[in-house]
């Protein structure tokens, strides 16, 4: 692993701790929930529908992604990490991020899909998918995430074919009428 700055880094001391916390976007004294109103009517907030959705899962495109595939999934009803989602929605959670994996992979040329979940930003529930490109192993475990921060943005082009590739795979894999 590499990180993507060249040497000498200077190490850091953390800083003093901030308690209490400034509130997330979508928790009480934070931001109104954007998640929220976007998945109730994409057309309303001027956003582009989502790539793929089912009655508790809603698979998102990112902005001004770097890699191929990126792409975040987020649930349908606004609840905030893992320990408070409803036992059905926990219960699928496993099934459709493999079946978003499989779809990112099938894009080629990635060696691993890997899955974040920070929650750091919103308190909608959502987790990342960060493909890491075949033979990229500067960018293995934690240091994908920093690469994908300062590697160039792709083309739209690039970028849009990808996701649709993405949500052509989900849309096969549903199940059928
Ligand atoms: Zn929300």
Same mark, same amino acid.
């Given at each position: 692993m590499t990180l993507p700055y060249a040497e000498p880094l200077t190490k850091l001391a953390p800083g003093p701790r901030v308690i209490p916390e400034p509130p997330r976007v979508g928790e009480p004294g934070g931001d109104p929930c954007g998640l929220c109103a976007?998945?109730?009517?994409? &057309?309303?907030s001027g956003h582009e529908p989502p790539l793929w959705q089912n009655e508790d899962w809603v698979l998102c495109r990112a902005t001004g992604i770097t890699?191929?595939?990126? /792409?975040?999934?987020?649930?349908?009803?606004?609840?905030?990490?893992?320990?408070?989602l409803p036992d059905r929605v926990a219960a699928s959670y +496993? +099934? /459709?991020?493999?079946?978003?994996?499989? &779809?990112i992979l099938a894009l080629g040329d990635i060696a691993r899909v890997h899955v974040y979940r920070w +929650?750091?930003?919103s308190a909608h529930f959502? /987790?990342?998918?960060?493909?890491?490109?075949? +033979?990229?192993?500067?960018?293995?475990?934690?240091?994908l995430a920093l690469w994908a921060d300062l590697m160039p943005e792709l083309p739209k082009?690039? &970028?849009v074919e990808a996701e649709q590739k993405? &949500? $052509? $795979?989900?849309?096969?894999?549903d199940p059928q009428p």
């Open positions: 976007w998945i109730s009517d994409p &057309a309303a890699i191929p595939g990126i /792409v975040w999934l987020t649930t349908r009803e606004h609840h905030d990490s893992f320990a408070d +496993g +099934g /459709v991020v493999a079946r978003i994996e499989r &779809a +929650g750091d930003g959502h /987790v990342w998918f960060y493909p890491r490109p075949l +033979g990229m192993l500067e960018a293995r475990r934690e240091m082009e690039v &970028a993405i &949500a $052509a $795979a989900m849309r096969a894999g």
